[in-house]
């Protein structure tokens, strides 16, 4: 007789909630009339995210990890990633809310009649909100799953609604169409390789369980090993956007819709350095004299690359784009560090970066003419003098991602450079110190493009936001603010959480 | 909570209270302004009443944790020479407020932003010279970069935003460079006596000499950029012309003074095997800074970039004064930041104010001026003659000691040094005869004198250079004891038998 197998469901609870909220918001798709659909939609996303956080709560201190069979590990550490994911969405989420930046059907060719009916009669696709909700659950997947089958389903999971939502800008609709077929087709190999390392992996280890293959390493041909690390990192590294599995990165945060931008730039940075630093400190830790040396060069380039490159960009969205890429290689050197420390700043750094990230694309979708938002910087001169609250506050961020003392961003690399350092990857460290002092040129560049330069004619405007933007803005920023100048408080519980479970 | 403290934070307490002034009231934000770093110019004198001259170790103290997950304090703490240099910072403020009192009128953003930024910048100026924890310094270091950014590229002229930008990037590429610096001590701190960021502590790390030194060198460039020592200069005259006359006496005045004021609380006292074996190196690059900084001011035809370059020539006997690692030079060197704030500062704040009148600020559009605005050009003259340090005015003293410290360990160097001090007569004295001697030229004849205001912002500091140069005792009282505690500390003995001062 079959006996049912224990799931831990108390466990699995937050990414149930968000799941079966996911399923609701499908329903609702199919049967609410299109009046109050978005309102009932934002409803429903944030009341799931909200009882997620709460119930992520309730089972932080539970004794018991597993769940699902030995395919989920929800430790400290997995614990501190959802939460950190289910924070930054439903900050997220308040700029989703905000329609105006959504096609009103996305299945209309951009330019036909059929758009400008839609565009008319108001029509709105809500269906972002499941979308979006699926997305959220993948990413809360992502992290906590332990076995290679597992990693590679919530991989999907949130990638998929992720290739979608790029596509559904409400102008530059062939720029978004372009990138999110992009984002597609590179995003599929970049899985047809995870795939193939966890074959590899499966072959050299014969089980599919992190555990497994990290008690499997020394025992059979290193080759299989290698092989499998090596593809399995590529499917990983191109998530994260790492040198030189970037390239889609500057396309895809352009075109795809802002708020969407923000959410992907923040939330799947952490789900995607979650299952990273899992797959690396507990896969492939006994492995680590064949991985570290590789990662360590792959976090260099990245870091030089992103900084160097930006400084070239005229565009905000790919400037931040490519300050994603450089921090992508700062983030690295905490998976590269493999101790306690280095885990413990990766969780600080991705909280913080992920709520700075959210902010400063918040403000980007503020700044508009009248045929939508505009990116390009040479516009955004004299924005400073026109708005000082939204250009001080853009500033702000910018200093927060270069780093400057008083800023979480400051607190973030300090922690992680700490903890490379202390594991004697001292390369790193001056890599990144000097990677930092490029990237500080070209976030003040634009710190002078604000304050410094005079307004010209064809210069934008900035839009009063909408309740739900401010919000999520303000929100955003006096974190980012506190985690500059306070972060103890959140610092120690990321070392209080900052442990994988075997 | 600390005396200290308190000083610390009345300029952003006052700055806050700001907000409440409307803008508009452009007389009453200047008042306020003038009146808050009165206040704390008043207050940092009780500091030097208050402070125990017969005691090396740290006064003033106070800790408080900060971010415990690293262990980080907010410490702070005065000794002798952190005490005259925030004494000079905090009497220079006030002094700036009231002598530059329509400097921010014509700026990019208003008046209110202007001196809200002047405030926070003398709390950051405070906290650098106050912090006994590394990470906190390091803080002060890089956040006090941001307001003067703004000043200058918000309020200067000409390329002010090409000349904020540079000075940001030179002074952030040193910053990071030490942060890699300050990362490398505290993970050796963690290893050997549990990671701590405080100075006393981290002292006592024995470090091997490879590491030593390239830490000592991530500390060094730092504060070579931030002082400004040749070949790393270049940013100071671009900044020192494009900010506001204000702006370059906080700049050079006090600003400039946190890299050798680094130089001695970090360099030396955390790696004193490193800073023996870069001495050479570093007095070469002193004695080079000395004389290249004269000889470039001997061609400046822009009186703010000769006050810029004569400012690196000094700085160059600052640092080889440092390094020379006797108590004099030690002595002398400290001495000379503080002399050298207040002639800068006259200079300057002159130079301003006869730029303003005319104009211009070519040297060779002036002439005369004694005739015109003898006052003016009194007290320009007695600045300028303290620049170049004549007997009896400030700057003479500690020259003097300077050289006499370095002469005795590195006699070829102090006296190359010297030749700077002929090389100083010809870039003070030539333009002080164009501009204040000889006939009036054209342009200078309806030129107006110094008004009160402007009589009552400067009497106080030509007054400090002529008391100074007669009687620097008090001041060098303070200074002393905590010199020879760096150098003995530091593992060397005088040379010869010491002076009396």
């Given at each position: ?309 930006a400084i070239a960009q005229r565009d905000v969205k790919r400037m931040l784009a490519y ?180 | ?49 208050g402070f125990d001259k017969s005691v090396t170790s740290m006064q003033f103290t106070q ?439």
């Amino acid at each position: 007789m079959l006996t049912a197998p224990s799931l831990g469901y108390l466990l699995l609870s937050p990414m149930i909630i968000v799941f079966a909220a996911a399923v609701i918001g499908v329903l609702v798709e199919a049967f609410m009339g299109k009046t109050h659909r978005a309102a009932v939609q934002l409803t429903i996303s944030i009341g799931a995210l909200l009882l997620a956080l709460v119930q992520l709560w309730r089972i932080r201190d539970l004794s018991s990890t597993t769940a699902a069979v030995n395919s989920v590990t929800i430790d400290k550490a997995g614990i501190f990633l959802q939460a950190t994911v289910v924070v930054l969405a439903l900050i997220a989420v308040l700029l989703i809310a905000d329609q105006e930046n959504f096609t009103a059907q996305a299945s209309a060719v951009p330019g036909s009649n059929e758009e400008a009916v839609a565009l008319l009669q108001k029509n709105q696709q809500t269906e972002i909100f499941p979308l979006f909700l699926f997305a959220v659950g993948g990413m809360m997947l992502f992290p906590v799953a332990t076995d290679l089958i597992t990693l590679f389903v919530a991989l999907e999971v949130f990638s998929l609604p992720l290739y979608l939502l790029a596509g559904l800008s409400r102008r530059r609709r062939l720029l978004s169409q372009e990138a999110a077929l992009k984002y597609f087709l590179l995003g599929a190999y970049a899985s047809a390789f995870f795939l193939f390392g966890a074959a590899f992996l499966y072959g050299y280890a014969g089980t599919i369980s992190l555990v497994g293959i990290s008690s499997a390493a020394g025992s059979a041909n290193e080759v299989f090993l290698l092989i499998g690390i090596i593809f399995v990192s590529i499917g990983l590294l191109f998530k994260i956007s790492a040198v030189p599995f970037h390239s889609w990165t500057p396309d895809v945060y352009q075109g795809a819709p802002t708020p969407i931008t923000a959410f992907m730039a923040a939330c799947t940075k952490v789900a995607a350095f979650g299952a990273l630093l899992r797959i690396f400190y507990i896969g492939f830790a006994e492995a680590q004299t064949i991985w570290q040396p590789i990662i360590t060069v792959i976090a260099i380039l990245t870091m030089v690359l992103g900084s160097v490159v930006a400084i070239a960009q005229r565009d905000v969205k790919r400037m931040l784009a490519y300050s994603s890429i450089a921090h992508a290689g700062f983030l690295l050197s905490g998976v590269v560090a493999l101790s306690k420390d280095g885990l413990a700043a990766s969780l600080f750094y991705l909280m913080a970066y992920g709520l700075t990230t959210l902010a400063a694309f918040g403000i980007i979708g503020l700044v508009r003419d009248s045929t939508g938002e505009v990116t390009d910087l040479n516009r955004w001169v004299g924005l400073g003098k026109k708005s000082p609250l939204v250009g001080s506050v853009f500033a702000f961020l910018l200093l927060s991602f270069a780093g400057i003392p008083l800023t979480s961003g400051f607190i973030g690399k300090f922690a992680i450079f700490s903890a490379a350092y202390q594991s004697g990857n001292i390369a790193i460290v001056v890599s990144g110190v000097l990677a930092s002092a490029i990237a500080a040129f070209f976030y003040i560049r634009v710190i002078i493009m604000i304050f410094f330069t005079d307004p010209v004619n064809d210069s934008v405007s900035v839009i009063i936001p909408s309740v739900k933007s401010k919000i999520s803005i303000s929100v955003a920023t006096v974190a980012s603010l506190i985690f500059g100048v306070a972060p103890s408080w959140l610092l120690t519980s990321a070392t209080n959480f900052a442990t994988f479970i075997k | 909570m600390s005396l200290l403290t308190l000083v610390g934070a009345l300029p952003l307490v006052g700055a806050a209270l700001m907000y409440f002034i409307p803008s508009k009231n452009i007389e009453l934000v200047k008042k306020f302004a003038l009146l808050v770093t009165t206040l704390v110019a008043v207050a940092s004198i009780f500091l030097a009443i208050g402070f125990d001259k017969s005691v090396t170790s740290m006064q003033f103290t106070q800790s408080n944790s900060w971010i415990s997950a690293f262990n980080i304090n907010f410490a702070v703490g005065l000794d002798g020479i952190s005490l005259v240099l925030i004494l000079l910072s905090t009497i220079l403020v006030p002094i700036v407020v009231l002598a530059t009192w329509h400097e921010s009128d014509g700026g990019r953003w208003s008046v209110k932003t202007f001196y809200v930024l002047i405030l926070i910048l003398e709390t950051m100026m405070i906290g650098v010279f106050a912090a006994t924890d590394l990470f906190l310094f390091y803080v002060f270091f890089e956040a006090m970069l941001i307001p003067v950014y703004f000043l200058i590229g918000g309020y200067g002229s000409a390329n002010r935003s090409a000349a904020a930008i540079k000075f940001l990037l030179y002074s952030l590429f040193g910053g990071l460079l030490m942060l890699a610096s300050i990362i490398g001590v505290y993970v050796i701190s963690g290893n050997q006596i549990g990671a701590t960021f405080d100075l006393t502590q981290l002292a006592t790390l024995e470090i091997d000499n490879q590491t030593e030194n390239f830490l000592f060198l991530g500390f060094f460039i730092a504060f070579a950029i931030k002082a400004p020592l040749w070949p790393f200069h270049t940013w100071l005259p671009d900044a020192a012309k494009s900010a506001t006359p204000g702006t370059s006496v906080l700049l050079l005045g006090v600003l400039d003074k946190v890299g050798t004021y680094g130089m001695i609380r970090f360099c030396i006292e955390l790696f004193p095997d490193a800073s023996k074996t870069f001495t050479p190196l570093i007095i070469t690059l002193a004695v080079i800074s000395i004389i290249y900084g004269a000889f470039m001011a001997i061609g400046q035809k822009d009186i703010k970039g000769l006050i810029a370059f004569t400012s690196i020539s000094h700085f160059g006997f600052i640092t080889m004064g440092i390094f020379a690692m006797t108590t004099q030079g030690m002595s002398g060197s400290n001495l000379y930041m503080v002399n050298h704030g207040f002639s800068t500062a006259a200079l300057f704040l002159i130079a301003g104010w006869m730029m303003a009148r005319r104009n211009s600020s070519i040297i060779s559009d002036f002439g005369g001026l004694q005739r015109v605005t003898p006052v003016m050009a009194w007290s320009f003259f007695i600045a300028g003659l303290s620049g170049l340090a004549l007997p009896g005015l400030a700057s003479f003293v500690s020259e003097f000691l300077v050289l006499v410290g370095t002469y005795t360990r590195y006699p070829v160097a102090a006296i190359i040094g010297t030749l700077g001090i002929i090389l100083a007569a010809l870039y003070i004295l030539i333009p002080i005869q164009k501009t204040l001697h000889g006939p009036v030229t054209p342009g200078n004849e309806k030129m107006t004198d110094l008004n009160l205001r402007e009589k009552i912002a400067i009497a106080p500091v030509i007054a400090i250079i002529v008391v100074m140069g007669f009687y620097p005792k008090p001041v060098l009282d303070l200074i002393n004891p905590t010199s020879e505690k760096v150098v003995t500390n530091a593992g060397f003995t005088d040379p010869v038998a010491e002076v009396n001062k």
